[in-house]
């Protein structure tokens, strides 16, 4: 990186910074006054309903998180492989980078439903009578599973997407040296590969983090408001409730814990780049 | 053992319409260091990867120390390879670099810590052992490469154009370095390069390789003094070597080459070729100038000093000719001068076939 | 001194099929997972509304129909809810890059103080839930005489794009060596024509890859445009709205529809999805 001493990149940063103060830093300051109205954070705290969403949503990201990472990194070294119709498996594996999310709840809606897919291949095998009730409220297990899966399906593509990006710009040469040293697979993986892919790895984290803590439509489509979710109960306090304060205090809850990720994540990247 | 086998090596790459490797084949002794010699695009790098099993054969045998590697995994064949972008892992410290190869084979740390220490020393590295690479010049990376090479007890090191990445300085005294190293060790080694003084400098056979064809494959001198045909001769010498055209006259015991104006005799073995084309070579260095008034009389085009000796583009009948003339030796262009070409240091070849022709009585 | 040479040893080869074929498997598991679930939901879609009652549902509908897809396509609003979407979507790719390019590059060139700041308040933009974004935005509107227009959304939709573009353009123009610029601009090249000529040319497919994503995004965004406009829905907001008290076989069909784009869209831009570090898929 060259740096020009003649211009500041500040004149290209400025339409960004100022688009993003306006449409952006203004919504929000709003958002902190009106959540400060009427007693908004000491109902929202008190309201079961939230504190199930809490830790919902912390639970979904602990799973589907590492889960997607892991999924996208071997979908990644399956392509590196180059297996025949590879661009058949590629385009079937990017598709649902392009769904909405209401979709996507309504596709495994369709699966997961009582009278869905699922259980008529159940009950079709013989292994069940009337299907099990996977979204019935009061299985938060199944629920939470049924969340999971359409979660995993429906975002894994963009981790996949930013690792095979990252995959593609490791030189051959490493895993080529690796490979005439005599590393197995395995070995090669962990001494060449994901070090290699960090940065990628590392984007891909804190984008799928934040983005998994603002996962609600895909909850909302399968079961309702029996799985609550921090996103979810915000835009319920905001809609059916008709209580803008409390949304707004349900949504900077939300960014506050991305926020906590985020430096976090930053933090423990930095401390092992500062052992160079 | 670490003999290596290449036999009748085929191999195309997908897409190529030419056969990157045209059934090669080559022996090499254990403990001999062979270099691939060759423009870009000979096949040279292609037959180190084959060797390497990084890449492989569409047909033909690899074997090293009497067993069949052909389609053996790279990881396998117990070898070392020195990359030409050096390959070291940036993520690793030097010392873990070097000790890779012993450390994924399951070697005690102990036995690790012994052996790195020992190539670090011989490879000047042993200050930089806990540094990671992107604080290390090329040149000190380069050192890691090898050293990461011969650390472990490998059959056949093969390396692939490991100094062309270097600056001239380094290149030439870490060429020196590099074969006292080898030949102290004594391990078989392949080495690819473009660059003929390398070859000729390192090798104990060079194998000149074009359009995927071993052209000749013999000792430096042997190679330099008698190549093959005009593409080693041409390829091989800085100056490379000159070839003057003409056509063959005279008779029996009295044959004469013709140059337009000019002759030279030839020897009578080549009495086939009477009446017909010819071309003589010669490397600059071997022809000199006369202060009488024998041999072929030409005319200075360019007089270019280069401080331990004077090279001289000369034109005899319309065909130029290079000398390398003594240091101290002036002249100016225009200036005409005579040459002396002694014939045990002439080559003939055939203008068809570009091939060395016998010119032995 | 010939001596005979060892049998070839095809076992390596032989592993190689074994694992190959592995591969293969696995790659077969991995799309089923990623397939299945929209050829079940399409054939949902066309399915009869007898053939949709049946349980166990079958694989293959016993009864097809067209009914409910059609019926939900032609629905009102429809039809203009589609280029809404299409203009928000085209809108924001070209606002985002104007905005969001230069500072990519300005990232990429230039190392100041700050950065990390700019980089970090880029990422949280997106960190935001949309209901608290969308809903003063929507004031803003509103009192800017905005409301419910594509501008608004496209507005909307920009400043969600805006770090992903700004980080995959930062990616993009890293990967793009500065000798090149520089051989430009002793030529004779003023900076911006260097840019010009020089940069955007190499940059132009990682740039495709980010259009990708913002594009999608914007296509796919429902509750902020939902709360921003009234008679001017996209797609997605227009689906919501009349989703509402429909009958199961038609959300499903109204899933599907919204499925459909993004198959056809993928199709034709998958090659470029890989760009964003600047290289393609080999």
Not at chain 3, 194 to 218: D, E, N, Q
């Amino acid at each position: 990186m060259v740096t020009r001493l003649k211009r500041s990149p500040w004149l290209l940063l400025a339409p960004s910074i100022v688009f993003m103060l306006v449409l952006f830093g203004w919504p929000l300051v709003q958002g902190l006054v009106v959540s400060a109205s009427g007693d908004a954070w000491g109902r929202l705290f008190g309201d079961t309903y939230f504190l199930q969403a809490l830790r919902n949503t912390l639970l979904l990201i602990v799973i589907v998180v590492p889960v997607q990472l892991v999924l996208a990194v071997a979908m990644a070294l399956l392509v590196q492989a180059r297996p025949r119709l590879l661009s058949g498996h590629f385009y079937l594996w990017t598709i649902p980078l392009a769904v909405s999310e209401l979709a996507a709840g309504l596709v495994w809606l369709s699966v997961f439903d009582n009278r869905g897919y699922l259980n008529s291949f159940l009950v079709w095998l013989g292994l069940s009578e009337d299907g099990v009730q996977w979204l019935n409220y009061t299985n938060t297990g199944t629920m939470l599973l049924a969340v999971v899966v359409a979660e995993v399906w429906r975002a894994t593509s963009l981790v996949f997407v930013i690792v095979v990006a990252g995959i593609q710009m490791v030189p051959r040469d490493y895993d080529e040296a690796a490979q005439v040293f005599g590393a197995s697979f395995w070995q090669r993986l962990w001494h060449v590969t994901l070090p290699q892919l960090k940065p990628s790895l590392q984007v891909a984290l804190i984008l799928r983090t934040i983005l998994a803590l603002q996962a609600f439509a895909v909850a909302q489509a399968l079961t309702g408001r029996n799985f609550p979710l921090l996103v979810g109960e915000a835009y319920q306090w905001y809609v059916n409730l008709q209580n803008p304060p409390v949304a707004s205090a349900a949504a900077l809850v939300v960014l506050a814990i991305s926020l906590i990720t985020a430096v976090l994540y930053l933090r423990t990247m930095r401390q092992q780049g500062a052992q160079r | 053992m670490s003999e290596v086998v290449l036999h009748e090596l085929v191999k195309t790459y997908p897409g190529g319409t030419t056969r990157a490797t045209d059934e090669v084949s080559l022996r090499i002794a254990d403990g001999e260091f062979m270099v691939l010699l060759g423009p870009s695009g000979c096949g040279k790098t292609t037959l180190l990867r084959m060797l390497a099993g990084l890449d492989t054969p569409d047909a033909g045998q690899i074997v090293i120390g009497g067993k069949d590697v052909t389609y053996l995994e790279p990881r396998r064949r117990n070898l070392s390879m020195v990359f030409q972008s050096y390959a070291v892992f940036p993520n690793k410290k030097v010392f873990d670099n070097i000790g890779f190869g012993l450390k994924v084979k399951g070697v005690p740390a102990a036995e690790i810590r012994r052996k790195v220490e020992w190539a670090a020393d011989l490879l000047q590295l042993t200050p930089y052992l806990d540094r990671y690479p992107a604080k290390l010049s090329g040149g000190q990376r380069q050192r890691v490469a090898v050293a990461r090479a011969i650390v472990v007890d490998a059959d056949v090191l093969l390396m692939d154009e490991p100094l062309s990445n270097l600056d001239a300085l380094l290149r030439l005294s870490f060429r020196a370095e590099l074969k006292k190293l080898v030949s102290d060790l004594g391990i078989t080694t392949v080495y690819v390069t473009h660059d003929q003084v390398e070859a000729l400098s390192l090798g104990d056979r060079v194998a000149v390789m074009r359009d995927g064809r071993i052209v000749q494959c013999g000792a430096p001198v042997e190679v330099y003094a008698n190549p093959a045909d005009e593409f080693v001769g041409g390829f091989l010498g800085s100056p490379p070597m000159n070839f003057l055209s003409g056509t063959v006259g005279g008779d029996g015991a009295e044959l004469h080459i013709d140059f337009g104006g000019q002759t030279m005799p030839v020897p009578s073995a080549l009495a086939s070729y009477q009446g017909k084309q010819l071309k003589l070579g010669i490397r600059p260095e071997a022809v000199t100038v006369d202060a009488g008034e024998t041999g072929l009389r030409c005319a200075v085009e360019v007089f270019e000093p280069l401080g331990s000796s004077t090279l001289l583009t000369t034109d005899v009948c319309g065909q130029p000719l290079k000398v390398t003339a003594p240091a101290s030796f002036r002249a100016e262009p225009g200036e005409r001068l005579w040459l002396r070409l002694p014939p045990e240091q002439c080559r003939w070849y055939d203008p068809e076939t570009q091939l060395l022709v016998e010119a032995k009585e | 001194m010939t001596t005979t040479l060892p049998e070839i040893d095809r076992r390596p080869l032989r592993r190689r099929q074994w694992r190959r074929a592995g591969v293969q498997v696995a790659c077969i598991v991995i799309t089923l997972f990623m397939a299945l679930p929209i050829v079940l939901i399409g054939l949902t879609a066309v399915s009869s509304s007898a053939a949709f009652a049946e349980f166990p549902r079958p694989f293959i509908p016993s009864g097809f129909s067209g009914e409910t897809l059609t019926s939900f396509i032609e629905a009102t609003g429809t039809i203009p809810a589609l280029g809404n979407s299409l203009l928000v979507g085209v809108y924001t790719v070209v606002l985002s890059l104007l905005v969001g390019a230069p500072a990519g590059y300005a990232l990429a060139r230039y190392a100041f103080r700050g950065k990390d700041t700019y980089q970090v308040f880029m990422l949280l933009a997106r960190a935001l839930p949309i209901v608290v974004l969308s809903v003063p935005l929507a004031t803003m509107f509103l009192d800017a005489g905005v409301y419910d227009t594509v501008f608004a959304v496209t507005l909307l939709h920009t400043t969600l794009a805006m770090p992903t573009t700004v980080l995959i353009s930062a990616s993009v123009f890293v990967s793009v060596p500065t000798d090149l610029e520089e051989a430009a601009r002793v030529f004779g090249c003023g900076r911006f024509e260097a840019a010009r000529r020089v940069v955007f040319p190499l940059a132009a497919p990682g740039l495709a890859a980010a259009s990708i994503f913002t594009f999608v995004l914007s296509w796919n965004e429902i509750f902020g445009a939902a709360v921003i406009t009234l008679g001017h829905r996209t797609l997605p907001a227009q689906v919501l709205a009349s989703l509402g008290e429909a009958p199961q076989a038609y959300r499903f069909a109204g899933g599907f529809a919204l499925i459909l784009p993004a198959l056809v869209f993928i199709l034709v831009m998958r090659r470029y999805l890989v760009n964003m570090w600047g290289t393609t898929l080999r």
